[in-house]
């Protein structure tokens, strides 16, 4: 199903999730408010503005889409619409999960390959294996502290480093 790096320690990704904390509080986000436009990739979202540029990012996917979250029990609606919705066009849609909830049945019954997992969950999305959401955001909704931050990066390598991590059985 998946291609990856077959990894034991995702360590570009712990750094990046380190580094993550510092960043926001800075005014990073700030400095590239007007990315959206003209760099689309680096950008670093805090829990009140994530949503819509990860929504708009799921509904562009090509070929896969993998979420890995705590639980699909709080997500936001806008989120939940989409990954529907790309099942439904034939990308392959999985969420990763830490604890069951009861919609996990309703995103199955969609075509969203839903797995629990006690380890090897990170807050994190990979779209099109090649675009990471990765912080302490929880990106299905529910459960943010006001300085929570997540990075979206246009990452080849690291994206492909942190699907082996997640995959990895």
Not at 29 to 36: L, R
Not at 65 to 93: F, H, N
Request: aromatic share 8%; net charge neutral; glycine share 8%.
């Amino acid at each position: 199903m998946y291609d990856y790096i077959d990894i034991h320690v995702p360590t570009s990704v712990n750094m990046y999730g380190k580094r993550l904390k510092c960043y926001a509080p800075i005014g990073y986000a700030q400095q590239v408010s007007d990315a959206p436009e003209s760099n689309p990739q680096n950008i670093v979202f805090g829990p009140s503005d994530y949503l819509t540029a990860l929504v708009e990012d799921v509904e562009a996917a090509q070929s896969s889409v993998v979420i890995s979250c705590d639980t699909l029990q709080y997500v936001k609606g806008p989120l939940a619409r989409a990954l529907q919705a790309l099942s439904l066009r034939g990308v392959e849609c999985c969420v990763l999960v830490r604890k069951a909830s009861g919609r996990d049945e309703d995103f199955s019954r969609a075509g969203v390959r839903v797995i629990q997992r006690a380890s090897r969950i990170l807050r994190s999305a990979i779209i099109d294996r090649s675009l990471l959401w990765f912080g302490r955001v929880e990106l299905t909704g529910g459960g943010h502290r006001e300085d929570d931050s997540v990075m979206r990066a246009l990452a080849l390598a690291i994206a492909s480093e942190m699907l082996g991590y997640l995959l990895e059985k």
